[in-house]
T-cell receptor, first 110, second 113 residues
């Protein structure tokens, strides 16, 4: 059974800092690794998708990496802004659906 | 192109009542799934479907039924609601090859009293 762990559970940093969110998974036979953002009381917004054959994906200030051999993924946020405050969820994808970590609650202080 | 549409957005049920949470997608996605999100537990898979007529159980299927009569719709039925089913429910869909990732609906917030 796939298990996904996210570290840290919560993070508060001043605006402008670069930061890294960590995700680990137990089963390397994943189809993909997908990062989501969730604002309070809202749904999930897909940020980046890394397919199993890829090593990283970039979108604007976000960069996600995938290392299947070590069972790890990282989400790098450059030049953080108060609007980046949200909960970030990592998920391992398979044919039967997604397995989620419990998320990292991120606060960017103005 | 509406994506994944969930209805209703909010619902209050009494213990023992039944109801159906609706999920529809207009992207011709083969894969659809239901999740519940609870504080401290994260999102957990309830049921999933790999195509019309095919469904299977996820991590927490007890108390829920699903069917997939069309590619577009994947309703989730609560047969006899219990307070433990108070949660936020999300539906998601993916292309026939789930390597392309999932798109989520906006969720249904359900309270069972």
């Amino acid at each position: 059974k796939q298990e996904v762990t996210q570290i840290p559970a919560a993070l508060s940093v001043p605006e402008g800092e670069n930061l890294v969110l960590n995700c680990s998974f137990t089963d390397s036979a994943i189809y993909n690794l997908q990062w989501f953002r969730q604002d309070p009381g809202k749904g999930l917004t897909s940020l980046l998708l890394i397919q199993s054959s890829q090593r990283e994906q970039t979108s604007g200030r976000l960069n996600a990496s995938l290392d299947k051999s070590s069972g790890r993924s990282t989400l790098y946020i450059a030049a953080s802004q108060p609007g980046d405050s949200a909960t970030y969820l990592c998920s391992g994808g398979g044919a039967d659906g997604l397995t989620f970590g419990k998320g990292t609650h991120l606060i960017i202080q103005p | 192109n509406a994506g994944v549409t969930q209805t209703p957005k909010f619902q209050v049920l009494k213990t023992g009542q039944s109801m159906t949470l609706q999920c529809a997608q207009d992207m011709n996605h083969e894969y659809m799934s239901w999740y519940r999100q609870d504080p401290g537990m994260g999102l957990r898979l309830i049921h999933y479907s790999v195509g019309a007529g095919i469904t299977d159980q996820g991590e927490v299927p007890n108390g829920y039924n699903v069917s997939r009569s069309t590619t577009e719709d994947f309703p989730l039925r609560l047969l006899s609601a219990a307070p433990s089913q108070t949660s936020v429910y999300f539906c998601a869909s993916s292309y026939s090859n789930p390597r392309n990732g999932y798109t989520f609906g906006s969720g249904t917030r359900l309270t069972v009293v």
